[in-house]
């Protein structure tokens, strides 16, 4: 699974799908395949928190007057990963990390409560899984995809490579902080369509597309990416139980709504 998009859109469908066809879901993205790594020989022991890092994004520590002002060209500037324009956008955004959440909750089966969002600047812990006894199991390494990748291809077995090693001394401190939910009001937004459910993460994920793409061509600005996602939210039809087609339906009415929302 390298498509976070798919469980936020529809978890329930998915996992149920795989449930009934006998089918295990391998997570290739960093931050799942570091807990999925950690739950490794744990499976009579009971998860208490998960704990996904964030980079913090380009702008870390930054104000939401400093939002206002940024650029095309500034938000694209990954201080870590070489990714695509629009999840580069979404990191810098910290919509990814909920993203991120929102999958986590689906492919570990935890509740929104017992997810954690903490900003790791280094990129080197990739995630952490807390136990029912207060431990602590971390992934760590460079940052590079290609572990990820290899891990998922070759589960069980850890496949022998000359990727580059991680050296302490090279990274002489490593840093945490707590996640500004003020200032980046896409984490928060997409913590509180994990909580509603229903088709809400649905919407999410349909109007930051469209939000992403007027910013991406000018547009809008960066901070006004979260207003058009929240208005989207509080317009597009709440279904409590959707099934397939309802979400291609909200699919299309939520990427409706966003537009006209960005064209005023």
């Known amino acids: 699974m390298a498509n976070k998009e798919t469980l936020v859109v529809a978890g329930d469908l998915v996992m149920n799908l795989a449930r009934e066809k006998g089918v295990p879901l391998l997570p290739v993205d960093s931050e799942h395949s570091a807990i999925f790594q950690c739950l490794v020989g744990e499976a009579d022991n009971k998860i208490e928190k998960i704990i996904l890092t964030a980079s913090g994004g380009p702008f870390r520590g930054k104000s939401v007057d400093f939002l206002r002002k940024v650029t095309r ?9 070489k990714m695509g324009d629009k999840i580069t956008i979404d990191s810098a955004s910290l919509m990814n990390k909920g993203f991120e959440a929102i999958e986590a909750k689906w492919l570990f089966d935890v509740t929104p409560e017992q997810i954690e969002i903490v900003v790791h600047p280094q ?40 990727f580059p090693r991680f050296n302490f001394t090279d990274y002489p401190e490593l840093s945490f902080e707590k996640a500004d939910v003020d200032v980046f009001r896409n984490l928060s937004l997409a913590f509180r369509a994990m909580s509603q459910g229903g088709n809400i993460p649905c919407i999410l994920n349909a109007a930051n597309e469209v939000a992403v793409d007027a910013f991406l061509k000018s547009r809008i600005g960066f901070v006004e990416m979260s207003s058009v ?16 087609d309802d ?3 909200t699919n299309d009415e939520a990427r409706r709504v966003a537009l006209e929302i960005v064209g005023k």
């Open 73 to 81: 060209c500034q938000a694209l500037n990954h201080p870590n990963w």
């Open 123 to 162: 990129s080197i812990v990739h995630s952490l899984v807390q136990f029912a006894d207060g431990s602590l199991k971390a992934q760590m390494g460079l940052p590079d995809m290609k572990l990820p990748i290899q891990y998922a291809m070759g589960f069980p077995k850890r496949l022998q490579n000359v």
């Open 247 to 249: 979400y291609l339906k």
């Open 229 to 244: 996602i929240e208005q989207t939210m509080q317009k597009v039809s709440f279904v409590k139980h959707p099934g397939l």
